[in-house]
């Protein structure tokens, strides 16, 4: 039936329309406008997508909703898109069968009221989800021989124990081949409040069959001496925290409100225009970002998000050895995504977007606050005091925060967006958290880790974030420049041998964009447009700006190399292809390898003057210090997208001098 356009329109045989709602099968769906093809879906979307497959498929309590998002409809459509024209809405659902122990995927169409795909993938795990946590943690907890290994440790209170269940990777043991694993490592608190991260039980390792919901087998590797301090960072829970009292109140006012609007999850700030969406997987989406410069909306980039991230530790120990979490394919960062504060997770005037998901059983999960945007003062934009006049002239520098924090385990990751008057764009992930804890063997010392307490060990690890941009320069045909700066040769063209100059190469196939940073040559990478040239005849671009930064330390034929090869370049480049989206494959979980990004580049595609995809890694080196406990302090990595002949001239030399009431510059 159609409607109107831009309202969900929903075709079902049992549909009626009734003063306002649609009913289908009897449920309520308020109809909503929809403005824009990419606004994530609905809550009421949601549903009538899980009840038209549940519907068509008569899908059973045994059935798991592993994600229900948007699916994005083509580039063409988007890019094609004007206010007003009809919109064609598609959710894409992951289902786990856990009677079955198969996975499948559904593409729904919500507008037509009809399922359009239902499809069996073979050989793959899905990412373990909350629900199956919590339950994984209660079938621990209630297994005789688990049981047993907390009384041989003293323990009798099994309320305290905590249970995190690790993704098990893959390392070809034949018992579990086809089973869909958790590998469940323990530590108990003292009272229900305490950190228990402070008090591991290493080596109590549970094996988890997560269809089943059963425990597999159970690993003793002995009992170990336990640490004897507190790890607790509550002041009240603590005697060892005085909190100071010489900090004096700091106040973020903006008395007019903040300078962007906002309609649905469109933003218009200082000349950006900005769209986000929300999935479980990536966290905050951002679409069509375009920067408005000679009287145009100039595009700069169609769809960034992260892609995958990885933490692995680098201990041999049998406790430790196979520790490798892939945070967002595993687990999922948008799904567990914090409920934001205000005042706490935000300062000033703020705007919070809620996180529309779904649950296992296929019913809305709302994250309130999920996602916060505001403005930030960012200190001097630019400044110059003509020395012979004495005239200054200074402009603060303000930046837009698009961000959502997630917490998987012990960790806290803060994923942080900053949009820069001056057309910069930043990417940043603050790290902050509970340490992954152990502890000794007999020998009382690890070669692997720091004792950050007595007798308590933290491994060292690493965490690589690997970002997708999808470039869009002045349109789709984009092209990846390498430059490295190299000394002039010795001579009489360089009489006293501290010239230098740039050598740029243009990347003409994937297999040639695999790349590292190089310190001697103080390499970066640029996208162009070789089709867009500015005032002075070079093609437009935007640079990779590197920030901290490391390559893992496993071997190639380790497995995590072979789950994460692409950690092995901080570069990599593909041509544009919308089913290649995560830099570890689509199923990383306990895949055994070869997916991802070296798949997609052994395909060797032309990428110059391409649509292309650019894909850049960072990784923070962690070897564990005293001061990361019992708290992190935040840890913070990031990198930039830098305009770099994009524009013309300095495009925040319009920003006015700064407004205050009690000082003028
Ligand atoms: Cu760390």
Known sequence: MIFERNFIILKLKTVHFKGGVFLINHQEFVVQTIKHPLEPLTAEEIK????????????????RFITVTLKEPAKKTVLNFKPGDPIEREAFIILLDNKEEKTYEAVVSITKGQMLSFEYIPNVQPSIIPEEFEECERVVKNNPEFQEGLRKRGITDFDLVMVDPWSAGYYGIEADEGKRLARAISWVRKFPNDNGYAYPLTGLVAYVDLNKMEVLRVE????????????????????????????????????????????????KWQKWHIRFGFTPREGLVLYTIGYEDKGKIRPILYRASLSEMVVPYGDASIAHRTQNAFDAGEYGLGRLANSLELGCD???????????????????????????????????GWKHTDWRTGHVETRRSRRLVLSFWATVGNYDYGFFYYFYQDGTIEVEVKLTGELNTGTFDETGKSKYGTEIAPKLNAAYHQHFFNFRFDMMLDGLKNSVVEVNTVPEKRGQENPYNNAFYTETTTFKTEQEAQR??????????????PNSLNAVGQPVGYKIMPGENCLP?????????????????????????????????????QNKGGDGL?????????IENEDIVVWYTM?????????????????????????VGFFDRNPALDVPRPISKNHTC
């Not at 997508?49 to 045994?62: F, N, P, Q, R, S």
């Not at 005293?626 to 930039?640: G, L, S």
């Open 553 to 589: 330390f496993a071997y190639d034929d380790s497995s995590l190399l072979k789950r994460a090869g692409f950690l092995k370049h901080h570069l990599h480049v593909t041509k544009y292809d919308e089913k290649e989206r995560f830099a570890a494959g689509p199923y990383p979980n």
């Open 516 to 529: 590292n940073l190089k310190l001697e040559t103080a390499r970066y990478w640029k996208i162009i447009n």
């Open 346 to 380: 935000c300062l000033g005037e703020i705007r919070y977007f809620d996180a529309v998901l779904a649950d296992a059983k296929g019913n809305v999960r709302i994250i309130p606050n999920a996602i916060c945007l505001h403005e930030e003062d960012y200190g001097v």
């Open 598 to 606: 070296p798949k997609y580049v052994s395909q060797n595609r032309n």
């Open 48 to 63: 009538a997508a899980v009840t038209i497959l549940k519907d068509e498929k008569k899908i059973g309590d045994h059935v």
């Open 220 to 267: 003793d590797h002995g009992v170990r001496d336990m640490p004897t301090t507190d790890g607790n960072y509550i002041p009240e829970l603590s005697d060892s925290i005085t909190l100071r009292d010489d900090l004096k109140p700091l106040e973020i006012i903006q008395p007019e409100g903040p300078s962007f609007e906002i309609d649905g999850h469109y933003i």
């Open 619 to 643: 990784g923070h080196h962690h070897i564990t210090r005293t001061e990361d406990w019992p708290v992190m302090p935040t840890a913070y990595i990031n990198f930039q997208l830098k305009p």
